[in-house]
Each structure stands twice: as C-alpha cells, then as structure tokens.
C-alpha cells in the first residue's frame, strides 16, 4: 500500500496550491479520503474527508470557503486544491485512506505560507 502526497512548497499569503496524493496497493474507489495536517507543536487535524460513497465532503470550519477536496477513481488520485493560504496554514499535509477498520497514511508534503 502506498499514499505519496505531492504538490506542497512555499506560497505567499493569499496563494494557492494543490495537493495531491496517488495511491496504490488497494481498492483506492471504495475508501473514504481525507487529508490532514500538522503544524509545529501541534495535534494533527482533520482538514477535509471525502467518502467513497456519494463523494460527499466535508471540512474544518478554518477551511469552509477556501480549500475543496476532490477524488479522481479512474487515477486513484486524491486532490486538495487551496486557496486563500494563511500563514496558519502553515504545516505538513497528509493523505489518510480509511475503509472500515483499516487505514493508511501518507508520507507528507509541507506546506509553508509566509506573509
């Protein structure tokens, strides 16, 4: 099983990037996605889940409005397109596959926005 997230670096305040995480190893269609993320010293966070059913999302209230999470089946490809960036969002972004009781996580990509 593998997770490889791609697509972080550094931004400015008000920039965008998109993420993106390219998953192998399992039946990547029927597994709820999600991307997390940590700061320095802090928990690591839900930022965003879509599941395998429906694709219906959700976010963190921080990241309503401004980051969409998407899923492409046929490229077993998981996508986070954020705009808008803080300096708060600042961190390393993870890709989580989670189906049942079984889930995987990426390896990380940072995400640096100065002001």
């Known amino acids: 099983v593998q997770l490889v997230e791609s697509g972080g670096g550094s931004v400015q305040f008000g920039g965008s990037l998109r993420l993106s995480c390219a998953a192998s190893g399992f039946t990547f269609s029927t597994y709820d996605m999600s991307w997390y993320r940590q700061a320095p010293g802090k928990e690591r966070e839900l930022v965003a889940t879509?599941?395998?059913?429906?694709?219906?999302?959700l976010y963190a209230d921080s990241m309503k409005g401004r980051f969409t999470i998407s899923r492409d089946n046929t490229k077993n490809t998981l996508y986070l397109q954020m705009n808008s960036l803080k300096p708060e969002d600042t961190a390393v972004y993870y890709c989580?596959?989670?189906?049942?009781?079984?889930?995987?996580w990426g390896q990380g990509t940072q995400v640096t926005v100065s002001s």
């Open positions: 989580n596959a989670r189906g049942g009781t079984v889930g995987y």
């Open positions: 879509i599941t395998h059913v429906g694709g219906f999302t």
